[in-house]
Protein backbone atom coordinates (compact mmCIF):
# COMPACT_ATOMS: atom_id res chain seq x y z
CA UNK A 1 0.00 0.00 0.00
CA UNK A 2 2.66 2.24 0.95
CA UNK A 3 4.54 1.59 -2.15
CA UNK A 4 2.03 2.07 -4.48
CA UNK A 5 1.30 5.48 -2.73
CA UNK A 6 4.76 6.20 -3.08
CA UNK A 7 4.88 5.34 -6.80
CA UNK A 8 2.35 7.05 -7.41
CA UNK A 9 2.79 10.10 -6.17
CA UNK A 10 7.06 9.93 -8.19
CA UNK A 11 4.56 9.14 -11.27
CA UNK A 12 2.57 11.92 -10.73
CA UNK A 13 5.88 14.51 -9.73
CA UNK A 14 7.01 13.03 -13.18
CA UNK A 15 3.85 14.08 -15.19
CA UNK A 16 3.62 17.70 -13.78
CA UNK A 17 7.46 18.79 -12.85
CA UNK A 18 9.31 16.44 -15.49
CA UNK A 19 7.45 16.26 -18.37
CA UNK A 20 6.75 20.09 -18.32
CA UNK A 21 10.65 20.86 -18.32
CA UNK A 22 12.27 17.65 -19.79
CA UNK A 23 12.42 14.11 -19.99
CA UNK A 24 15.55 11.57 -20.35
CA UNK A 25 15.52 9.70 -24.06
CA UNK A 26 18.73 6.95 -24.82
CA UNK A 27 21.21 7.54 -26.39
CA UNK A 28 21.29 4.21 -27.73
CA UNK A 29 17.56 3.03 -28.50
CA UNK A 30 15.58 6.15 -27.78
CA UNK A 31 13.27 4.93 -25.36
CA UNK A 32 11.83 7.63 -23.60
CA UNK A 33 11.90 7.69 -19.55
CA UNK A 34 9.87 10.46 -17.55
CA UNK A 35 10.96 9.72 -14.51
CA UNK A 36 14.96 10.23 -12.61
CA UNK A 37 17.32 7.26 -13.44
CA UNK A 38 21.25 7.34 -14.32
CA UNK A 39 20.99 4.45 -17.43
CA UNK A 40 18.61 3.07 -20.31
CA UNK A 41 17.06 -0.54 -18.77
CA UNK A 42 17.43 -2.04 -22.25
CA UNK A 43 21.04 -1.24 -23.70
CA UNK A 44 22.46 0.28 -20.41
CA UNK A 45 23.76 3.84 -22.46
CA UNK A 46 23.71 7.23 -21.63
CA UNK A 47 20.59 8.96 -21.40
CA UNK A 48 20.40 12.85 -22.02
CA UNK A 49 17.92 15.56 -21.41
CA UNK A 50 15.28 16.15 -24.04
CA UNK A 51 14.54 19.82 -22.79
CA UNK A 52 10.50 20.70 -24.03
CA UNK A 53 11.99 23.88 -25.31
CA UNK A 54 13.89 24.31 -28.11
CA UNK A 55 15.01 27.52 -27.95
CA UNK A 56 17.24 28.99 -25.54
CA UNK A 57 15.80 32.00 -23.94
CA UNK A 58 18.37 33.40 -21.39
CA UNK A 59 17.47 34.25 -17.52
CA UNK A 60 18.26 37.48 -16.42
CA UNK A 61 20.75 36.00 -13.56
CA UNK A 62 24.60 36.10 -13.17
CA UNK A 63 26.37 33.13 -13.80
CA UNK A 64 25.16 29.50 -15.18
CA UNK A 65 21.75 30.30 -13.86
CA UNK A 66 20.93 32.04 -17.10
CA UNK A 67 20.54 28.97 -19.10
CA UNK A 68 17.56 27.41 -16.94
CA UNK A 69 16.23 26.26 -19.87
CA UNK A 70 18.26 23.33 -20.35
CA UNK A 71 19.11 22.32 -16.56
CA UNK A 72 17.67 19.69 -15.30
CA UNK A 73 16.41 21.37 -12.46
CA UNK A 74 13.20 23.48 -11.63
CA UNK A 75 14.40 26.29 -9.32
CA UNK A 76 16.55 29.09 -11.08
CA UNK A 77 20.41 28.93 -9.78
CA UNK A 78 21.16 32.61 -8.70
CA UNK A 79 24.97 31.68 -8.37
CA UNK A 80 27.32 33.78 -9.43
CA UNK A 81 29.60 30.84 -11.12
CA UNK A 82 29.76 29.97 -14.42
CA UNK A 83 31.99 30.03 -18.06
CA UNK A 84 32.89 33.03 -19.43
CA UNK A 85 33.46 33.58 -22.97
CA UNK A 86 36.07 36.03 -24.41
CA UNK A 87 38.13 37.05 -27.81
CA UNK A 88 41.40 36.14 -26.95
CA UNK A 89 43.80 38.82 -29.07
CA UNK A 90 47.04 38.20 -27.58
CA UNK A 91 47.95 34.26 -27.57
CA UNK A 92 45.60 34.04 -30.86
CA UNK A 93 48.04 36.68 -32.87
CA UNK A 94 50.79 34.38 -31.30
CA UNK A 95 49.57 31.44 -33.40
CA UNK A 96 48.17 33.17 -36.10
CA UNK A 97 44.12 32.52 -35.57
CA UNK A 98 41.68 35.29 -36.15
CA UNK A 99 38.70 33.80 -34.27
CA UNK A 100 39.73 32.05 -30.97
CA UNK A 101 37.65 31.90 -28.39
CA UNK A 102 38.03 31.24 -24.69
CA UNK A 103 35.98 30.29 -22.40
CA UNK A 104 37.52 30.72 -18.92
CA UNK A 105 36.46 28.54 -16.11
CA UNK A 106 38.46 29.87 -12.80
CA UNK A 107 38.15 32.99 -11.05
CA UNK A 108 39.31 35.96 -13.20
CA UNK A 109 36.93 38.79 -11.47
CA UNK A 110 38.93 40.98 -14.28
CA UNK A 111 37.05 38.70 -17.13
CA UNK A 112 33.74 38.32 -14.73
CA UNK A 113 35.09 34.98 -14.07
CA UNK A 114 34.01 34.09 -10.46
CA UNK A 115 34.39 30.23 -9.98
CA UNK A 116 35.70 30.03 -6.76
CA UNK A 117 36.86 26.51 -6.67
CA UNK A 118 38.54 27.60 -9.96
CA UNK A 119 37.48 24.54 -12.08
CA UNK A 120 34.66 23.48 -14.61
CA UNK A 121 33.91 21.17 -12.26
CA UNK A 122 31.22 23.85 -10.15
CA UNK A 123 29.43 24.22 -13.25
CA UNK A 124 28.43 20.29 -12.14
CA UNK A 125 28.13 20.92 -8.68
CA UNK A 126 25.79 23.26 -8.52
CA UNK A 127 22.90 22.01 -10.56
CA UNK A 128 23.86 18.66 -8.93
CA UNK A 129 23.59 19.16 -5.76
CA UNK A 130 20.46 21.28 -6.11
CA UNK A 131 18.97 18.23 -7.99
CA UNK A 132 18.79 16.18 -5.50
CA UNK A 133 18.10 18.45 -2.41
CA UNK A 134 14.43 18.15 -0.88
CA UNK A 135 15.24 14.30 -1.61
CA UNK A 136 17.09 14.54 1.89
CA UNK A 137 20.07 12.42 1.18
CA UNK A 138 23.66 12.66 1.21
CA UNK A 139 25.58 12.63 -1.93
CA UNK A 140 28.40 10.84 -2.57
CA UNK A 141 31.13 10.66 -5.11
CA UNK A 142 34.75 9.91 -6.11
CA UNK A 143 37.34 12.85 -6.91
CA UNK A 144 41.48 13.27 -7.62
CA UNK A 145 40.48 16.74 -7.03
CA UNK A 146 38.65 19.69 -8.44
CA UNK A 147 35.50 17.67 -8.34
CA UNK A 148 35.72 17.04 -4.69
CA UNK A 149 36.35 21.34 -4.10
CA UNK A 150 33.87 22.23 -6.47
CA UNK A 151 31.39 20.32 -4.03
CA UNK A 152 32.89 20.90 -0.75
CA UNK A 153 32.16 24.35 -1.63
CA UNK A 154 28.58 23.98 -2.73
CA UNK A 155 28.00 21.96 0.50
CA UNK A 156 29.64 24.69 2.19
CA UNK A 157 27.48 27.12 0.76
CA UNK A 158 23.81 25.13 1.03
CA UNK A 159 24.15 22.89 3.98
CA UNK A 160 24.12 19.93 1.55
CA UNK A 161 25.72 16.72 3.06
CA UNK A 162 28.41 15.10 0.44
CA UNK A 163 30.58 12.44 0.99
CA UNK A 164 33.76 12.46 -1.19
CA UNK A 165 36.33 10.19 -1.55
CA UNK A 166 39.93 11.31 -2.83
CA UNK A 167 42.94 9.30 -3.42
CA UNK A 168 45.89 10.69 -1.51
CA UNK A 169 47.79 12.45 -4.41
CA UNK A 170 44.15 14.44 -4.37
CA UNK A 171 44.46 15.68 -1.36
CA UNK A 172 46.92 18.55 -1.69
CA UNK A 173 43.36 20.07 -3.97
CA UNK A 174 41.33 20.27 -0.92
CA UNK A 175 40.77 23.37 -0.30
CA UNK A 176 37.75 26.03 -0.75
CA UNK A 177 37.31 29.71 -0.11
CA UNK A 178 35.90 29.11 2.55
CA UNK A 179 35.48 27.70 6.96
CA UNK A 180 34.66 23.99 5.67
CA UNK A 181 31.65 22.53 7.80
CA UNK A 182 30.25 20.06 9.06
CA UNK A 183 28.13 18.72 6.14
CA UNK A 184 31.43 18.06 4.35
CA UNK A 185 32.81 14.21 4.73
CA UNK A 186 36.45 13.63 3.40
CA UNK A 187 37.46 10.39 2.87
CA UNK A 188 41.36 9.86 2.15
CA UNK A 189 42.25 6.41 0.28
CA UNK A 190 45.53 4.98 1.17
CA UNK A 191 48.86 5.76 -0.77
CA UNK A 192 48.86 3.00 -3.20
CA UNK A 193 45.35 4.14 -4.31
CA UNK A 194 44.63 5.92 -7.54
CA UNK A 195 41.24 7.77 -9.02
CA UNK A 196 39.40 3.98 -10.11
CA UNK A 197 39.80 2.41 -6.39
CA UNK A 198 38.40 6.22 -5.06
CA UNK A 199 35.21 5.53 -7.45
CA UNK A 200 35.16 1.97 -6.25
CA UNK A 201 34.72 2.89 -2.55
CA UNK A 202 32.17 5.61 -3.50
CA UNK A 203 29.81 3.25 -5.32
CA UNK A 204 30.09 0.73 -2.31
CA UNK A 205 29.17 4.19 0.31
CA UNK A 206 26.52 5.08 -2.35
CA UNK A 207 24.47 1.73 -1.74
CA UNK A 208 24.12 2.86 1.69
CA UNK A 209 20.48 3.74 2.80
CA UNK A 210 20.24 7.56 2.95
CA UNK A 211 23.52 7.59 0.36
CA UNK A 212 23.04 8.96 -3.42
CA UNK A 213 25.49 8.50 -6.22
CA UNK A 214 26.59 11.68 -7.91
CA UNK A 215 26.48 9.24 -10.99
CA UNK A 216 29.63 10.60 -13.07
CA UNK A 217 28.84 10.91 -16.52
CA UNK A 218 25.89 9.03 -16.26
CA UNK A 219 24.48 12.14 -14.14
CA UNK A 220 22.59 14.56 -16.48
CA UNK A 221 23.01 17.30 -14.48
CA UNK A 222 27.03 17.09 -15.01
CA UNK A 223 26.89 16.85 -18.14
CA UNK A 224 24.54 19.54 -19.09
CA UNK A 225 25.86 22.01 -16.04
CA UNK A 226 29.50 21.45 -18.12
CA UNK A 227 27.26 21.86 -21.71
CA UNK A 228 26.82 25.66 -20.54
CA UNK A 229 30.54 26.23 -21.39
CA UNK A 230 29.42 25.79 -25.33
CA UNK A 231 25.88 27.77 -24.70
CA UNK A 232 28.10 30.81 -23.18
CA UNK A 233 30.51 30.42 -26.41
CA UNK A 234 27.48 30.21 -28.63
CA UNK A 235 25.89 33.13 -26.81
CA UNK A 236 28.73 35.23 -27.01
CA UNK A 237 29.74 34.31 -30.19
CA UNK A 238 26.54 34.29 -31.78
CA UNK A 239 27.10 31.02 -33.36
CA UNK A 240 28.55 27.74 -32.44
CA UNK A 241 32.49 27.54 -32.72
CA UNK A 242 33.90 25.36 -35.78
CA UNK A 243 36.09 23.96 -33.26
CA UNK A 244 35.87 22.98 -29.58
CA UNK A 245 39.48 21.78 -27.66
CA UNK A 246 39.14 20.75 -24.54
CA UNK A 247 41.38 18.12 -22.17
CA UNK A 248 39.56 15.13 -21.30
CA UNK A 249 40.23 11.99 -18.40
CA UNK A 250 36.70 11.34 -18.59
CA UNK A 251 35.83 12.70 -21.62
CA UNK A 252 32.43 14.23 -19.64
CA UNK A 253 32.83 17.58 -20.68
CA UNK A 254 33.18 16.54 -24.19
CA UNK A 255 30.31 14.79 -24.25
CA UNK A 256 28.26 17.49 -22.56
CA UNK A 257 29.95 19.92 -25.18
CA UNK A 258 28.55 17.82 -28.01
CA UNK A 259 24.89 17.65 -26.42
CA UNK A 260 25.27 21.31 -25.59
CA UNK A 261 25.36 21.49 -29.76
CA UNK A 262 22.78 19.10 -30.71
CA UNK A 263 20.32 21.43 -28.68
CA UNK A 264 21.58 24.70 -30.32
CA UNK A 265 21.06 23.03 -34.14
CA UNK A 266 17.86 21.70 -32.56
CA UNK A 267 16.97 25.87 -31.95
CA UNK A 268 18.07 26.96 -35.08
CA UNK A 269 19.99 30.46 -34.24
CA UNK A 270 23.17 29.08 -33.73
CA UNK A 271 23.85 27.76 -37.00
CA UNK A 272 23.71 24.05 -38.11
CA UNK A 273 26.87 22.38 -38.09
CA UNK A 274 28.32 20.70 -35.04
CA UNK A 275 31.61 22.08 -33.38
CA UNK A 276 34.49 19.31 -34.41
CA UNK A 277 35.52 17.85 -30.89
CA UNK A 278 39.56 18.37 -30.34
CA UNK A 279 39.91 16.06 -27.73
CA UNK A 280 43.35 15.66 -25.68
CA UNK A 281 44.99 13.70 -23.12
CA UNK A 282 48.18 13.83 -21.25
CA UNK A 283 50.74 11.23 -21.77
CA UNK A 284 51.53 8.27 -20.87
CA UNK A 285 48.44 7.48 -20.00
CA UNK A 286 45.68 8.09 -22.96
CA UNK A 287 43.31 5.51 -23.01
CA UNK A 288 41.00 7.16 -25.03
CA UNK A 289 43.70 8.55 -27.35
CA UNK A 290 45.27 4.81 -27.80
CA UNK A 291 41.48 3.32 -29.02
CA UNK A 292 40.68 6.19 -31.24
CA UNK A 293 44.02 6.01 -33.16
CA UNK A 294 43.40 2.51 -33.81
CA UNK A 295 40.17 2.73 -34.95
CA UNK A 296 38.45 1.18 -31.77
CA UNK A 297 35.55 1.58 -30.03
CA UNK A 298 36.71 -0.62 -27.15
CA UNK A 299 39.49 0.38 -24.83
CA UNK A 300 41.34 -2.69 -24.24
CA UNK A 301 43.69 -2.57 -21.27
CA UNK A 302 47.03 -4.34 -22.21
CA UNK A 303 47.15 -2.02 -25.36
CA UNK A 304 46.11 1.27 -24.39
CA UNK A 305 47.19 1.55 -20.98
CA UNK A 306 49.63 -1.85 -19.55
CA UNK A 307 50.24 -0.92 -16.00
CA UNK A 308 48.45 2.47 -15.37
CA UNK A 309 49.55 3.21 -11.96
CA UNK A 310 52.93 3.50 -13.51
CA UNK A 311 51.74 5.37 -16.41
CA UNK A 312 49.71 7.72 -14.17
CA UNK A 313 53.06 8.14 -11.83
CA UNK A 314 54.38 9.95 -15.07
CA UNK A 315 51.73 12.47 -15.54
CA UNK A 316 51.76 16.13 -15.25
CA UNK A 317 48.38 16.77 -15.35
CA UNK A 318 47.55 13.58 -13.43
CA UNK A 319 43.74 14.81 -12.31
CA UNK A 320 43.34 13.40 -16.40
CA UNK A 321 43.59 9.49 -14.79
CA UNK A 322 40.25 8.01 -15.03
CA UNK A 323 40.71 4.55 -16.02
CA UNK A 324 37.38 3.55 -16.76
CA UNK A 325 36.08 6.78 -18.93
CA UNK A 326 32.69 6.41 -20.92
CA UNK A 327 34.29 5.83 -23.82
CA UNK A 328 32.41 3.00 -25.66
CA UNK A 329 29.56 3.19 -24.24
CA UNK A 330 26.29 4.67 -26.73
CA UNK A 331 25.99 8.54 -26.51
CA UNK A 332 29.62 8.56 -24.84
CA UNK A 333 33.15 9.93 -25.82
CA UNK A 334 33.14 7.20 -29.40
CA UNK A 335 30.13 8.57 -30.46
CA UNK A 336 30.60 12.42 -29.85
CA UNK A 337 34.13 12.06 -32.04
CA UNK A 338 32.32 9.95 -34.27
CA UNK A 339 29.56 12.56 -35.23
CA UNK A 340 31.16 15.60 -34.97
CA UNK A 341 33.99 14.50 -37.12
CA UNK A 342 36.27 15.17 -34.22
CA UNK A 343 40.14 14.26 -33.71
CA UNK A 344 42.13 13.33 -30.47
CA UNK A 345 45.75 14.34 -28.98
CA UNK A 346 48.28 12.86 -26.84
CA UNK A 347 50.30 15.76 -25.32
CA UNK A 348 53.98 15.12 -23.78
CA UNK A 349 54.51 16.66 -20.41
CA UNK A 350 57.02 18.63 -21.59
CA UNK A 351 54.45 20.42 -24.09
CA UNK A 352 52.44 20.71 -21.57
CA UNK A 353 54.37 22.82 -19.37
CA UNK A 354 55.45 25.13 -22.44
CA UNK A 355 52.00 25.46 -23.27
CA UNK A 356 50.83 26.50 -19.95
CA UNK A 357 53.82 28.92 -19.87
CA UNK A 358 52.73 30.36 -23.39
CA UNK A 359 49.37 31.02 -22.12
CA UNK A 360 50.00 32.49 -18.94
CA UNK A 361 52.50 34.82 -20.81
CA UNK A 362 50.36 35.90 -23.06
CA UNK A 363 46.35 36.09 -21.63
CA UNK A 364 47.78 36.84 -18.17
CA UNK A 365 46.35 34.61 -16.19
CA UNK A 366 47.31 30.73 -14.38
CA UNK A 367 46.08 28.27 -15.43
CA UNK A 368 45.90 24.47 -14.41
CA UNK A 369 47.67 21.76 -16.06
CA UNK A 370 44.72 19.87 -18.09
CA UNK A 371 43.70 23.43 -19.02
CA UNK A 372 47.55 23.27 -20.37
CA UNK A 373 46.93 20.18 -22.31
CA UNK A 374 43.88 21.75 -24.22
CA UNK A 375 46.13 24.73 -25.35
CA UNK A 376 48.97 22.52 -25.94
CA UNK A 377 46.55 20.43 -28.32
CA UNK A 378 45.28 23.93 -29.76
CA UNK A 379 48.73 24.17 -30.97
CA UNK A 380 49.38 20.97 -32.65
CA UNK A 381 45.96 21.70 -34.54
CA UNK A 382 47.19 24.88 -35.74
CA UNK A 383 50.91 23.34 -36.52
CA UNK A 384 49.30 20.11 -38.76
CA UNK A 385 46.82 22.46 -40.52
CA UNK A 386 43.88 20.86 -38.69
CA UNK A 387 42.35 24.43 -38.11
CA UNK A 388 42.31 27.37 -40.42
CA UNK A 389 43.36 31.11 -39.14
CA UNK A 390 40.08 32.28 -40.12
CA UNK A 391 38.29 29.25 -38.48
CA UNK A 392 35.76 30.03 -35.45
CA UNK A 393 37.41 28.14 -32.43
CA UNK A 394 36.44 27.58 -28.90
CA UNK A 395 39.20 26.60 -26.63
CA UNK A 396 38.30 25.60 -22.74
CA UNK A 397 40.38 26.35 -20.40
CA UNK A 398 39.09 24.12 -17.66
CA UNK A 399 40.35 25.28 -14.82
CA UNK A 400 42.49 28.46 -13.64
CA UNK A 401 42.96 31.41 -11.71
CA UNK A 402 43.65 30.02 -8.35
CA UNK A 403 47.47 32.36 -7.80
CA UNK A 404 44.75 35.16 -8.70
CA UNK A 405 42.15 34.09 -6.15
CA UNK A 406 45.09 33.93 -3.31
CA UNK A 407 45.17 37.66 -3.88
CA UNK A 408 41.43 38.53 -2.96
CA UNK A 409 40.73 35.29 -0.71
CA UNK A 410 41.34 33.09 2.16
CA UNK A 411 42.14 29.65 1.24
CA UNK A 412 41.05 26.83 4.31
CA UNK A 413 42.74 23.46 3.66
CA UNK A 414 39.68 20.58 4.39
CA UNK A 415 40.86 17.43 6.62
CA UNK A 416 39.81 14.32 5.79
CA UNK A 417 37.62 12.50 8.35
CA UNK A 418 39.05 9.14 7.31
CA UNK A 419 41.51 7.14 6.22
CA UNK A 420 40.78 3.65 3.71
CA UNK A 421 43.73 1.69 3.07
CA UNK A 422 42.11 0.31 0.16
CA UNK A 423 38.54 0.16 -1.65
CA UNK A 424 37.36 -2.82 0.34
CA UNK A 425 37.78 -1.19 3.92
CA UNK A 426 34.56 -2.44 6.17
CA UNK A 427 32.22 0.57 5.65
CA UNK A 428 31.62 1.02 10.01
CA UNK A 429 35.48 2.16 9.72
CA UNK A 430 35.50 5.00 7.28
CA UNK A 431 31.83 6.57 8.14
CA UNK A 432 30.51 8.24 11.17
CA UNK A 433 27.06 8.43 11.04
CA UNK A 434 23.93 7.87 12.59
CA UNK A 435 22.43 4.81 10.23
CA UNK A 436 25.56 2.82 10.28
CA UNK A 437 24.74 2.66 13.98
C1 LIG B 1 37.87 17.19 -14.76
C2 LIG B 1 38.75 18.12 -15.45
C3 LIG B 1 39.05 17.94 -16.80
C4 LIG B 1 38.56 16.78 -17.61
O1 LIG B 1 37.19 16.80 -17.76
P1 LIG B 1 36.34 15.58 -18.32
O2 LIG B 1 35.62 16.15 -19.49
O3 LIG B 1 35.41 15.20 -17.23
O4 LIG B 1 37.24 14.49 -18.70
C5 LIG B 1 39.85 18.89 -17.41
N1 LIG B 1 40.34 19.94 -16.72
C6 LIG B 1 40.08 20.14 -15.43
C7 LIG B 1 40.66 21.32 -14.75
C8 LIG B 1 39.27 19.24 -14.75
O5 LIG B 1 39.02 19.45 -13.45
Not at 107 to 119: D, N
Not at 208 to 221: D, F, S, T, W
Not at 329 to 354: E, F, H, P, Q, W
Request: aromatic share 8%.
Amino acid sequence: MTYGNTACHVKNRACTAGVSKYNLICAGCSTIYTDDRLKCSNDGALLRTNYSKKHLTLKDVPGMGKFHDWLPIHEIMTTDSGPVTYRSTELAAELGLNNLFISFNGYWPEKGAYIKTCSFKELEAFPTVQKIRGGNRSLVLASAGNTARAFSHVSAMTGAEVYIVVPSSGMSRMWIPEEPTDSIHIIQMGKNCDYTDSIHLAERISALPGMQAEGGARNVARRDGMGTVMLDAAVTMKRMPDHYFQAIGSGTGGIAAWEAALRLCEDGNFGNELPQLHLSQNLPFAPMFNAWKAGRREIIKDIDMPDPKKLIHGMYADILSNREPPYSVAGGVYDALCSTRGSMYGISNSDTKKAQELFERYEGIDIFPPAAVAVASLIEAVNEHKVDADDNILLNITGGGVKRLELDHIIFKIEPESVAENANVPLEEIIRRKVLA
